[in-house]
């Protein structure tokens, strides 16, 4: 397991627009997905265990988030010919197992990844209403390999003041997670540059 870091795409980054299919067949797009107060995208997938360990948690949290006009959406764009269990039959199975009520697609391009500058799984993405990058980095300091509790305070603190028209503190901290598994010759240049934890 390689782990590596958010890129921390630039806060004030608008977000890219995507076409992607979940595992019914039907099609997203960042429209669809958009909610009126907020859109969250994350970047999963099904085997990891960075996003296993915080799965039920992540759901739990987007219920309330969802009820409070922010849309959820997760994209997988691992490789998955050499990870089959990312497979987008695996995903509906995985999403329904996990609780997750927001539209779980695949990126099987990597071109939404490569947009926002995806590293990692999970590598959370959080844009207001007018679509522009307030928050990106970790859910909380919570992962598999420390006993720190989970409590989705990083991401959840910049979900609640985007909801009560608070500033939100510029001096986030990346996401750590396993690698986007890139398909073979399709890892962009940056990612290289990227040091494994």
């Known amino acids: 397991m390689v782990s590596v870091n958010s890129t921390m795409l630039e806060l004030g980054s608008h977000a890219v627009d995507f076409s992607l299919s979940d595992p019914h067949g039907k099609v997203w797009s960042f ?14 997938c099904n085997h ?4 296993r360990h915080l799965a039920t948690s992540i ?7 969802i009820e409070a006009g922010i849309g959820v959406v997760a994209i997988n764009s691992n490789d998955t010919d050499k990870y089959p269990d990312d497979a987008p039959d695996k995903m509906a199975a ?15 391009d990597q071109s939404v990844a490569k947009a ?6 999970p590598d959370f993405y959080l844009f207001d209403a007018d679509q522009v990058l307030v928050y990106r980095g970790r859910f909380d300091d919570s992962t598999p390999r420390n006993d720190r509790p989970i409590t989705g305070a990083d991401l959840g ?11 939100i503190a510029a001096d986030q901290l990346p996401s750590i997670g396993c690698n986007i598994k890139w398909r073979s ?5 940056w990612f290289s540059l990227l040091r494994p934890r």
């Open 116 to 121: 926002y500058r995806a590293a990692c799984t």
């Open 59 to 65: 759901a739990t949290a987007t219920a309330d988030w």
């Open 157 to 167: 603190g910049a979900v609640t003041a985007l909801l009560g028209g608070a500033s």
């Open 94 to 108: 995985q999403a329904a197992e996990w609780g997750w009520r927001f539209p779980y697609v695949s990126d099987s």
């Open 31 to 44: 429209g669809d997905v958009a909610g009126p107060r907020g859109t969250l995208v994350a970047f999963v």
């Open 48 to 51: 990891c265990p960075y996003v």
């Open 185 to 189: 010759g399709n890892e962009p240049e």
